[in-house]
């Protein structure tokens, strides 16, 4: 996986690498730049050639502005640079650059709260692109008065926007937008992402994500703090388990999964279509006896059984016998049968499970969010087994937490952290940017947001798949071999349909599956 660095291990990061590698901070900032420009005319070539507005803060990320500068005067381009501060304010290594950048012979225009952004609105409007180089990752306040203004400019401005390693306004440590924010078209981040990044709000203001390197190997500079992991393909092929020539569909996971109920029995058929797309060898579908007739007329290759509300933990227990994996939870309900279901699964079966949906809303109230712990003061949980996994929206998450959903998408990380201290059990919080958080302290971000999957039973598909997944592998990697069919499915269609962001049936991200697997 590829760290994902917050604003404090950026730092350290760039420190490391001057006072450790002994790379200057000026050639740091002058690789940032170069690579900037790399993408830039990749991105758009018609900027060779054009007119490129670039607009530069006080701190260094003006200073990777200015880089960009010399360097697209150097391959064609008309560099039209504007100062949103007093030059004199500048970093060293941004002032440095400003100077590099006269000595080339190129100007600066100054914009300052008297005269407002009125000539950075005209040369925009002649521009091929123009360049957000104002704030960094080091901005922890909100954007206000005349730099809102200026950051309300751009994201006026008809021509492309490119963020120079992170959009202007955006938290590097939380995805949130601090005030106003830039809408990038594409962003060119250095060295490593950045957490605030991959979050949905990330996914919206970032636009195209790209990477470049800034002169030092990446894992060399990073500390023993633990770091976040953006799934790579290399970790996906790791968790692609083969089957013995010999399978058969018992040793490939037999998945019982306990949902559905009058009106909802769609949710529990799209579990089982998840499940077996993704190589469960056996499902077999439990369900209430009032929902029953209805599912079996409308599935093929699962099996179905009754819950005995007369006696539900022991019609589970039997239930679960000779099962590789338990999900439970879509379209189950919430009424009093439903809770003591959940419950009883939660407190007996020591394999696999998956909880979702219904399920998670069965458990408010029997989690403790400020974390659970035994008599001994030892790290506990609701659950029997060790293999739990939690699959969340921010509002099942808020719910478990005692909180609201604004509140989870302030600080996602901490928020999937704070689910996985009071249950023990790995959590999936479902959004852009899909994260995965397990109790040894590993959180995992998917680098997919994927918009058609925004679908009516997405969900469903997704803890089916995840409960097939877990017959093969321990649940965070599980989790994460899950979350990752699930987004390639998602992909796999969109591009299917020409790029498609919408439209997709949620039975259709299953069926993707088979799709990718032959591709």
């Known amino acids: 996986m590829t760290p994902v660095l917050s604003r404090a291990q950026m730092r350290a990061f760039d420190a490391a690498a001057v006072a450790q590698a002994h790379v200057p901070s000026l050639l740091l900032m002058e690789n940032a730049g170069r690579g900037a420009t790399d993408v830039l005319t990749r991105e758009w070539p018609q900027a060779i050639g054009a007119d490129v507005t670039i607009v530069c803060g006080a701190g260094n990320n003006g200073g990777d502005g200015l880089v960009v500068a010399r360097h697209l ?207 469960a060898g056996v499902v077999t579908l439990a369900t209430w006896l009032e929902a029953a007739a209805a599912l079996e007329a409308k599935i093929l290759e699962e099996m179905t059984a009754r819950i005995d509300r007369a006696s539900i933990a022991a019609s589970l227990q039997a239930l679960t016998e000779g099962k590789r994996s338990v999900v439970v939870g879509p379209g189950l309900g919430t009424d009093d049968d439903a809770r003591a279901a959940v419950r009883a699964l939660a407190s007996s079966w020591q394999g696999p499970l998956v909880v979702d949906a219904d399920a998670l809303t069965c458990l408010v109230g029997l989690i403790d969010p400020a974390g659970v712990v035994d008599a001994a003061g030892r790290p506990s949980s609701v659950f029997a087994s060790k293999n739990t996994v939690l699959t969340p929206h921010p509002g099942e998450l808020a719910r478990l937490l005692g909180k609201t959903a604004a509140q989870v998408e302030q600080d996602r990380f901490a928020s999937a952290r704070a689910l996985v201290d009071a249950t023990g059990a790995v959590v999936v919080l479902k959004g852009a940017h899909t994260l995965i958080a397990a109790p040894d302290g590993r959180l995992a971000v998917s680098p997919v947001a994927c918009p058609a999957l925004a679908t009516a039973g997405s969900g469903d598909v997704l803890s089916g798949i995840v409960g097939a997944v877990s017959c093969a592998l321990p649940a965070f990697e599980a989790a994460c071999a899950g979350v990752m069919l699930h987004a390639r499915a998602g992909e796999a269609w969109s591009r299917a349909h020409a790029g498609a962001d919408r439209g997709m049936l949620a039975h259709e991200i299953a069926d993707a599956l088979l799709e990718r697997a032959r591709s």
């Open 73 to 279: 005067l150097l391959r064609g381009s008309r560099p039209v640079v504007f100062l949103a501060c007093d030059a004199k304010k500048m970093s060293p290594d941004a002032r440095a650059n400003l100077e590099a950048w006269r000595g080339v012979g190129g100007t600066v225009h100054e914009l300052g709260p008297t005269g407002g952004p009125g000539p950075l609105r005209e040369a925009m409007t002649k521009s091929a692109v123009v360049v957000d180089g104002l704030f960094g990752t080091g901005l922890d306040r909100p954007i206000e008065g005349f730099l809102a203004a200026v950051v309300d400019a751009i994201n006026q401005a008809s021509a492309p926007r490119f963020a120079l390693d992170i959009p202007s306004g955006l938290d590097c440590d939380t995805g949130v937008t601090l005030g106003v924010a830039v809408r990038a078209d594409a962003t060119v981040t250095f060295a490593h992402p950045k957490l605030g990044l991959v979050t949905p709000n990330g996914a919206w203001l970032v636009g195209r994500l790209h990477v470049v390197d800034i002169g030092v190997p990446p894992a060399t500079m990073l500390g023993p703090e633990r770091t976040v992991g953006l799934i790579e393909s290399s970790d996906e092929a790791g968790w692609a388990v083969p089957r013995a020539p010999g399978a058969h569909k018992t040793s490939a996971g037999h998945v019982l999964v306990v949902a559905g109920s009058p009106g909802k029995v769609g949710a529990a058929q799209l579990v089982a279509r998840g499940a077996l797309r993704a190589g």
